[in-house]
């Protein structure tokens, strides 16, 4: 991460930095082969536009993390984004069940990264809310 970051004021449970790329690694293994599988479904004619949209949306979001944290070091922004990265993923996991209830269930650490990362952010936020 970069010095910016490093100098946040942050709460005293938010995991150190060194945490954050292992997890995500392991997280980006499983959205690739479950997005993946769900894109794979939707080119196959087994899902439709409106299902597979959520999942779509969840990456453009969570790519829009990073630059909007660490480039344009926007905490306001971020938390915007991490809020729409959590309602796609529980709307694409809701989507989906139906059609492959494995997805929505080898996603559950997603969900509960990003439901940690969003009161991470928002507590992030709302600690730096003057700087």
Known sequence: ???WYSQLAKPF????????GPVWTVLYIVIVFTFGSAAFMF???Q????VVLPFLLNILFNISFTPLQFK???NILALFD???VLFTLIWALV?????APWISW???PYLMWVAFASVLQTSITWLNRHK
């Not at 449970?13 to 954050?20: E, G, S, T």
């Not at 989507?95 to 059609?99: D, E, G, L, V």
């Open 72 to 74: 344009l070091r926007n």
């Open 43 to 45: 080119a196959k004619s």
């Open 47 to 50: 899902i439709s536009w409106f």
């Open 13 to 20: 449970w938010a995991p150190p930095a060194r945490i954050f």
């Open 1 to 3: 991460m970069n010095q």
């Open 95 to 99: 989507k989906i069940y139906p059609f």
């Open 82 to 84: 991490i809020f729409l």
């Open 106 to 108: 080898a996603n559950i």
